[in-house]
């Protein structure tokens, strides 16, 4: 038994140095190595972030849904306002070939009236 047992100068026993599980254990290890690679790079693992960064973020976030929100809503104002021009164009166009086949008419008319008075004529003359 002496042999195992270390003494120090004055003849007494040495106690034996005690295994710590948690430190030995190769996930804790590996755990610890990450989080201080991490502490180095200088990212941060736990998403602790300051107020200012915290403020920053929402800003951000309340821009996004804002511009997000007027894109939305653009396209409805701009499907009606599209859908009240696209009329009014189409009663413009109805409206100016109404007017352009009522000048053709007209002229039609003309043409077959200066038509019909010279056969009139010609049938007076000739008769």
Not at 116 to 127: F, T
Request: overall charge positive.
């Amino acid at each position: 038994m002496d042999k195992k047992m270390n003494r120090d100068e004055e003849g007494l026993i040495l106690p034996k140095k005690l295994i710590n599980p948690c430190l030995e254990s190769r996930d804790r290890q590996n755990l610890h190595r990450e989080l201080m690679f991490n502490q180095k790079v200088g990212k941060n693992v736990l998403n602790q972030k300051s107020e200012l960064q915290i403020a920053l973020q929402r800003q951000k976030e309340r821009q996004f849904l804002a511009a997000h929100f007027e894109t939305q809503s653009t396209p409805s104002i701009q499907t009606e306002l599209g859908k009240v021009i696209t009329e009014r164009a189409q009663k413009l166009e109805s409206s100016s070939k109404d007017i352009d086949s009522s000048q053709n008419n007209s002229e039609f008319n003309e043409e077959y009236l200066k038509a019909r008075a010279k056969l009139r004529a010609s049938n007076k003359i000739q008769a």
